[in-house]
């Protein structure tokens, strides 16, 4: 019987069971078949068959897809198009049954691992490593593409991941040095092709990017003479801006190393960076190489190999992806082992990602790329190479809203490879809401927006971000005077101290960006707690902070260094002019752009700071024309405890005997009791 003709009995069964109208129901699972009429009892076998058995069952009132447990192994993009949308009172839903554990996987099982036999690779390892380290031959199990390593970081374009290993469901290591931390460059003997100085683009008159040389006066160099592609990862110029650079030629003598590839911002001497994809460092438990030429994979493992379960990424393109459906549920599901993207929803409407689990993943774990009421919500994200939910849609010449959103997810550990610029959530657009969401432990910005308009972030609970980075926000947007109407209110931001220079701050609103509202944030121990560089219009209000190195910074940087951003000429300008910023529905919306080129535009105007609550945060950094063009005062600064209900436990809610309610009499209550993630039925665990 043919597979039509098995789908023809399918369709029939499936008429007879649920009538003309009905909701459908059909189930998936690993040990099903797609001869089987998809009913608990005979399942399907692959999600392609549901796919066909629910186009075919036209005018159905809802539908419903349970996967049983097991692991579904995508070799290839499972699609959902227009014809496969339900309605918003009936829509159609992916899910696992049950709350089973079900796994949509890019990756395949490794087994067969063998002790090291060979004696040239033994010589390569550390005496200590040589009886632990194992060996899987991947073109004995199938495997031929083993992808290629190339350049990532900023500010490079996100491309999938190389094969990479996962060990009982956790990230294994490429083999590195050092094992921890970061190494740190010796003198730049050559720059290399620079492209850009600090925030100016430099004409080098060279066609051909080179790379650069800096002495590492470390013995260990010695180990790596002979590597086959290795790489270094680094922050090499600035503490925002890491990027992964082959290694062209190492010369053991000369404790030289000599990059393949330029860096946009230059080499400097005494930054931070390690060396990786290198066997010779395949030195403890969690590490791996593979070696591509001979299509092998060596790894220490962390726990007896017979009892674990090794998985390599292969899929390069998303796990899963609904273009211009409307109405599709995927729920309670788990995406993993990819080298690219999680989930891509493009256009549609009223599509949802709900209580999935995102993780091992080498790119993002979910884009939403326009249409209209799309959103991200109670999910959780974490081990994902790139960062974690990327939003965009509506249009900003019309200021039409696309209100895509995320919500009430747990993001964390989103960037195991890139560090800086992939962030927990960026969005760009108009209308997006960002609510309710848990984000921590990212090494740079936890919620990053640009050419955005009329958008939310509320309620947000986010702490220990930009661990890795300085110069950085845990909000953050910059350098694009159109980006207007973004509300950020009723956060809670703390435990993100710096080290040294311009340092972390909760809220950064960076070169001469503005027009935000800043309303009853929480921020508690952070070395700056908002960061106004130049910009205009912004309405700081009702905000409560405390214990932080710097209370607040409102600067005149378009009037100095950054003059030439904001001047004829400048990125500026010519952002504004891609807008209709002069006419309808901008000029009503924005009045105060409408002139704005004729307003002294490099001068930080209209800034209003005022009923604001300063615990122990008294260090404020005011420029003379941010205190002579804008709104300062009615502030109540104190350097004792308030009456916070809790301030150990970041419960920052002010008594009713508080000196605050007398001093501020216009302060309004945050709501504490609606920040953060909150329950739900189709959450999934942190």
Not at 410 to 430: C, D, K, M, Q
Request: contains cysteine.
């Amino acid at each position: 019987m043919s597979r039509l003709m098995r789908l023809a009995a399918v369709v029939a069964v499936l008429f007879t069971l649920a009538g003309a109208g009905a909701e459908v129901t059909l189930f998936v699972a690993p040990d099903g078949d797609d001869s089987n009429p998809g009913t608990l009892e005979s399942p399907f076998a692959t999600l392609e068959c549901a796919r066909i058995a629910l186009r075919a069952l036209s005018g159905h009132d809802g539908a419903t897809v349970y996967l049983r447990a097991g692991t579904y192994t995508r070799a290839s993009t499972f699609r959902l198009g227009a014809e496969d949308s339900g309605t918003a009172d009936a829509p159609v839903a992916f899910r696992s049954y049950r709350d089973e554990t079900v796994r949509i996987s890019g990756g395949c099982e490794i087994r067969d691992f063998q002790p090291v036999s060979d004696e040239d690779v033994l010589a390569r390892l550390l005496p200590a490593a040589r009886e632990h380290v194992l060996v899987a031959d991947l073109r004995a199990a199938g495997i031929t593409d083993f992808g290629k390593l190339k350049p990532r970081g900023l500010p490079q374009p996100i491309h999938p991941t190389a094969l990479e290993l996962f060990f009982d469901d956790q990230p294994m290591t490429p083999a590195r040095w050092p094992n921890e931390g970061y190494a740190k460059t010796g003198k730049v003997l050559a720059p290399g092709t620079v492209k850009s100085n600090g925030n100016k683009q430099i004409d080098t008159g060279d066609d051909a990017p080179c790379g650069a040389e800096f002495i590492f006066d470390n013995d260990r160099i010695t180990r790596w003479a002979n590597a086959e592609d290795a790489w270094m990862h680094g922050f090499w110029c600035w503490d925002w801006a890491d990027e992964y650079v082959r290694i062209a030629s190492i010369d053991a003598d000369r404790r030289t190393i000599r990059t393949a590839t330029p860096h946009s911002y230059g080499y400097k001497e005494d930054r931070r960076f390690y060396v990786l994809n290198v066997l010779e460092e395949l030195d403890q438990p969690g590490e791996y190489y593979v070696d591509r030429r001979r299509g092998l994979l060596y790894l220490w493992p962390e726990a007896p190999i017979e009892s674990s379960r090794a998985v390599v990424s292969l899929i390069e393109a998303p796990l899963v992806e609904l273009r211009d459906a409307k109405h599709v549920v995927l729920q309670g599901l788990i995406f993993e082992a990819a080298r690219g993207d999680g989930v891509v929803i493009a256009g549609g409407t009223g599509n949802r990602i709900s209580g999935c689990t995102f993780r091992n993943l080498g790119n993002r774990a979910a884009i939403i790329a326009g249409g209209t009421d799309n959103g991200v919500t109670d999910c959780t994200i974490h081990a994902t190479g790139e960062g974690g939910i990327v939003i965009s849609g509506g249009d900003r010449k019309t200021l039409t809203p696309a209100n895509n959103y995320a919500t009430n997810n747990e993001i964390h550990h989103s960037n195991r490879l890139t560090r800086t610029y992939r962030p927990a959530i960026r969005f760009t657009g108009v209308g997006q809401r960002v609510a309710n969401n848990r984000i921590h432990d990212i090494p740079h910005t936890a919620i990053l927006f640009g050419s955005a308009n009329d958008c939310t972030i509320e309620l947000n609970e986010i702490f220990r971000v930009c661990t890795e980075s300085e110069d950085a926000g845990a909000i953050y947007t910059g350098r694009d005077w159109t980006i207007q109407g973004i509300v950020i209110r009723h956060n809670l931001i703390y435990d993100m101290k710096g080290r040294t220079g311009h340092g972390r701050q909760a809220i950064y609103i960076d070169d001469a960006a503005g027009g935000m509202q800043i309303i009853g944030n929480v921020i508690s121990n952070v070395q700056r707690a908002m960061l106004i560089g130049g910009g205009r219009d912004n309405r700081i209000e009702n905000n409560i902070i405390v214990n932080c190195d710097i209370g607040m910074h409102i600067d005149d940087r378009g009037m100095n260094w950054m003059a030439y951003h904001v001047g004829h000429g400048g990125i500026m300008p010519r952002r504004l002019a891609e807008l209709p910023y002069r006419n309808e529905p901008w000029s009503g919306r924005y009045p105060w752009l409408v002139n704005i080129l004729e307003d002294d535009p490099a001068v930080p105007k209209r800034n209003v700071l005022r009923n604001n609550l300063f615990v122990r945060s008294g260090n404020w950094r005011l420029a003379d024309a941010a205190r002579e063009h804008g709104t300062i005062g009615n502030n109540f600064e104190t350097s004792e405890d308030p009456g916070f209900v809790n301030a150990e436990k970041h419960d920052f809610r002010l008594a009713e005997t508080s000196a605050v309610w007398r001093k501020l009499p216009d302060f309004r209550r945050i709501p504490f009791d609606r920040i953060g993630r909150r329950a739900s039925a189709s959450q999934t665990s942190p």
